[in-house]
């Protein structure tokens, strides 16, 4: 077992055995929406909701 | 062995994230909220509507023009502006997003990356959990500061919003590859040139950083607060992230002995590590 997972090429084979083309989707769309709305979102409501979050995490994008 | 990586990830994650959210919410919802109002009251000062004490503001100007704007204030920067929610609720949504801001970061760099990353990190356990811890630091927030460095609340900032966040996501992505092309550089040299040789060439990658940095549009700022209050609310952002990755690496690396301290191969895999490397 350690032998094949010893590579970072083993490790992607690895992950492409064990998720499903759905699930890796389903999991990278997760990501990428938490990601943008915690970072990157203008809309008024949110970014007032989060405006001292994004001070303390240091992003100025708002 | 991917589902438990995630799951180790996300636990980090979760300690990080909790110690994260109780740092807004005991240090930074109260001093963001007095820099807000600090800076308010300068702006209004500024902008010669000095009210006469009482505090009560009559909507003349900020508040009624972030209103008809529908909130939009990219062009003027994030200037003195009449938040559209209550104090209660943007301090429980920042504790909140807090709480989430370190869950994924738990389960996107150390569940999903380490579980790619794992062999090309140098070191030993736990010291690739803060190598990544490092390296995630540069990416999400080291990077894009050398651009934008963060600011204290009522700072008006010249470049709009979405050239802003633009810069933020593009050197998001700069620190990101200056990472990876510097494990790469460590990992092939160290087996050629040694190990000083290799250290050297890992830290040159970083030089990668100051191109874009050079490059990008100037960003001048105004700001009415205090400089002292405006260095302490920047420290206070410094210091919550390298926190937050510190405790994500430490809480990372002590769930690795855990795992590993459960197994009985403990010995074994030790022992294969120390022929590995007397040869």
Known sequence: MPATTDTVHGRIEGARIELTPTQAAVGFALVAALGFALLFVQEPMLHDSMHNFRHAAGITCH | ?279
Not at chain 2, 143 to 166: D, H, I, K, Y
Not at chain 2, 248 to 260: K, P, W
Request: some cysteine; proline content about 6%; charged content about 15%.
């Open chain 2, 1 to 279: 062995m991917l589902t438990s990586h995630l799951k180790r990830g996300v636990k980090a994650g979760v300690v990080a994230g909790l110690a994260f959210g109780l740092l807004l919410a005991l240090v930074a919802n109260p001093l963001v909220a007095f820099a807000d109002e600090l800076g308010h009251e300068g702006g209004d000062i500024d902008g010669g509507i000095a009210e006469s004490g009482t505090g009560e503001h009559h909507e003349t100007d900020g508040g009624h023009h972030h209103g008809a704007d529908g909130g939009h204030h990219g062009g003027a920067g994030d200037g003195p502006h009449e938040s559209v929610v209550s104090s209660t609720v943007t301090n429980g949504v920042s504790v909140l997003s807090g709480v989430l801001w370190g869950i994924l970061l738990g389960g996107v760099v150390f569940g999903f990356a380490f579980y790619l990353l794992e062999p090309a990190i140098p070191g030993t356990e736990g010291t690739k959990s803060y190598l990544l811890a490092a390296a995630g630091f540069v990416t999400v927030s080291g990077a894009p500061w050398l651009v934008l460095p963060p600011r204290p609340p009522g700072v008006s900032q010249s470049l709009p919003t979405e050239t802003r966040t633009l810069l933020y996501g593009g050197m998001m992505a700069v620190g990101a590859l200056a990472c990876l092309l510097s494990g790469y550089a460590y990992q092939r040299l160290r087996e050629r040139r040694g190990r000083g040789a290799a250290v050297l060439a890992a830290a040159l990658p970083f030089g990668l950083l100051a191109v874009p940095t050079a490059f990008a549009p100037a960003n001048s700022v105004e700001s009415a607060l205090p400089p002292d209050l405006a260095t302490g609310l920047v420290g206070m952002t410094v210091f919550g992230q390298a926190l937050l990755w510190v405790l994500l690496a430490g809480a990372h690396a002590r769930l690795s002995h855990h795992s590993v301290e459960d197994r009985p191969s403990d010995v074994a895999s030790d022992r294969s590590d120390v022929s590995v490397t007397a040869d």
